[in-house]
């Protein structure tokens, strides 16, 4: 099950208190950057949960 981002919530990487962290941890490159806004690519993503556990936001979850 791929991970869904509440881009209400994310803040967008320029307001992120670390600076989109779950796209520069994502081994699998799911988690893209596209102009400013963190985007996910389903099928990349392998359920590791990292991005889950590192967003400060809690911007991120299961779908």
Do not use: F, T
């Not at 967008?12 to 985007?39: F, R, T, W, Y």
Request: charged share 25%; glycine share 6%.
């Amino acid at each position: 099950m791929a991970v869904k981002i509440d881009s209400d919530a994310c803040g967008h990487i320029e307001n992120c208190p670390v600076q989109g962290l779950c796209v520069k941890i994502c081994e699998q490159g799911a988690l893209i950057e596209e102009n400013g806004d963190v985007s996910i690519i389903a099928e990349k993503c392998d359920d590791c949960d990292l991005c889950i556990q590192n967003c400060p936001n809690q911007a991120i979850s299961k779908a």
